[in-house]
Nanobody, 115 residues
Framework: QVQLVESGGGLVQAGGSLRLSCAAS????????MAWYRQAPGKQREPVAH???????NYADSVKGRFTISRDNAKNTVYLQMNSLKPEDTAVYYC?????????WGQGTQVTVSS
């Protein structure tokens, strides 16, 4: 079992920055994929970025050049640095991971960007 706990959400003005963190705990061998998803009100949950064990990353087109995902394998923690935030980035951000074929979600953290 893996537990994911996110932190770092909040309210920020457009153009500002936030850094999200997600720490994994529990019993597991290694985490293959760590990712961030988001869900805006009235919309489906969508992928934002993911990073695999070797450090390879992938981003949604809407956040490329503004968001950076990174991970600390020793701490089983994934980060999402969000710069140049826009009101359309407002959403609940969820941490997600895959280990040994099992997937897990965090409880989500609210990010609100005011115009």
């Amino acid at each position: 079992q893996v537990q994911l706990v996110e932190s770092g959400g909040g309210l920020v003005q457009a153009g500002g920055s936030l850094r999200l963190s997600c720490a994994a705990s529990g019993t597991f061998f290694s985490i293959n994929i760590m990712a961030w998803y988001r869900q805006a009100p009235g919309k489906q949950r969508e992928p934002v970025a993911h990073i695999i064990t070797d450090g390879s990353t992938n981003y949604a087109d809407s956040v490329k050049g503004r968001f950076t995902i990174s991970r600390d394998n020793a701490k089983n923690t994934v980060y999402l640095q969000m710069n140049s935030l826009k009101p359309e980035d407002t959403a609940v951000y969820y941490c997600f991971c895959v280990t040994r074929g099992q997937s897990y979600w965090g409880q989500g953290t609210q990010v609100t960007v005011s115009s």
